[in-house]
């Protein structure tokens, strides 16, 4: 599987050191994970080839990309996702109230017929409904599992462990975003000065 990482803040780099230290046994379940692009908001690194080493890509991240060979300044991960051949879109960019990046990135992978894995809650909630949609007509996946409760997996357990039942009601804080949001506005703030 190939595929193409969008973002490398936290959860970008913690992404990699996880699937770095689990190689073996992804590769022992039968599950092939070539990276073969990392976007961060200055350029790429691609090896389209062979697939990028992650534990060089951290560090060649921390050293700002100086001296990378494979690291393309300037080649934006929008352009990625367009030209860069993939089978899964990992976008990890940062939430904003408008959505964007990560909603220009989702939208252009799931018209490449690329799945898409977000942890992102802007996109979704400036465009949920029409995501769903592209991804539906384009018979890809959207996943969004991380972007709820520090990625418990709420999403997961109400489609398959509770299947036949019928849910009546899902109440409370189920993320820090959320949680702060909240705390800030019980402090007198808006929700969009809290939000930004």
Request: negative net charge.
């Amino acid at each position: 599987m190939k595929i193409q990482l969008i973002g490398i803040g936290n959860v970008g780099k913690n992404l990699c050191e996880l699937i770095g230290s689990k190689r073996e046994l992804l590769n022992s379940l039968g599950i092939s994970i070539v990276v073969v692009s990392v976007s961060d908001s200055k350029g790429t690194a691609v090896d389209e080839n062979d697939g990028l080493v992650l534990s060089e890509v951290l560090s060649q991240k921390r050293l700002q990309w100086k001296g990378f060979v494979n690291y393309k300044k300037g080649y934006e991960a929008l352009d990625a996702v367009r030209n860069i051949e993939s089978d899964v879109v990992l976008e990890l960019t940062p939430s904003t109230s408008n959505g964007e990046p990560g909603l220009s990135i989702i939208e252009a992978a799931l018209k490449e017929r690329k799945h898409v894995v977000t942890s992102n809650k802007g996109p979704l909630v400036v465009a949920y409904k029409r995501l769903i949609k592209l991804a539906e007509a384009n018979d890809v996946q959207l996943l969004y599992e991380a972007t709820v409760a520090v990625h418990v997996p709420v999403f997961c357990m109400l489609n398959s462990c509770f299947k036949v039942d019928k849910l009546l009601a899902l109440q409370g804080i189920l993320n820090a975003t959320t949680n702060f949001i909240i705390g800030e506005m019980e402090n007198g703030k808006s929700f969009q000065d809290a939000l930004d």
